[in-house]
């Protein structure tokens, strides 16, 4: 299954970074790559929590629609999906430093369907690209959190 990680510390405690990363109603306020978010499910943020998120991937628009299947905060949280023939999961870990908050994000991808099995091999270049888009979202989250947006 190809996976990437990335992680940052943040200048602020647990508790609002994790408030920060799952206020989805401003993530586009916050990540520049996030055009539009469409939260698809009422009531709290939470296990069961479905939304659609449309960002800028390879300079063109793309939507994924997403479920939270762990909530635990302040110290986790993990989204799934489904698109092209794969299952992703997205664990993102929130870790009190002594400066802070350790935001650790592990992005995987396992296929499910036999066209996206056979395209495994061009994996590792997606996960280049994908490690890439996690740096940028976390050092936006960061600027947005220490600068208290």
Do not use: W
Request: hydrophobic letters at 40%.
């Amino acid at each position: 299954m190809p996976s990437c990680t990335s992680s940052v510390t943040v200048q602020a405690p647990p508790e609002r970074v994790f408030a920060v990363c799952t206020d989805l109603a401003r993530a586009p306020d916050r990540i520049e790559a996030i055009t539009r978010i469409e939260v698809l499910t009422e009531g709290p943020i939470g296990v069961g929590t479905r939304f659609r998120e449309t960002r800028v991937m390879f300079g063109r628009e793309a939507s994924e629609e997403m479920e939270i299947v762990e909530f635990d905060p302040p110290r986790s949280f993990v989204m799934t999906a489904e698109s092209h023939g794969m299952r992703y999961r997205t664990a993102h870990r929130f870790v009190p430093t002594g400066e802070g908050t350790r935001v650790e994000i592990e992005f995987s991808g396992r296929a499910v369907s036999l066209g996206a099995k056979l395209l495994l091999p061009l994996g590792a270049l997606m996960m280049s690209a994908c490690r890439k888009a996690l740096n940028k979202d976390l050092a936006d989250l960061k600027r947005a959190i220490e600068a208290g947006t």
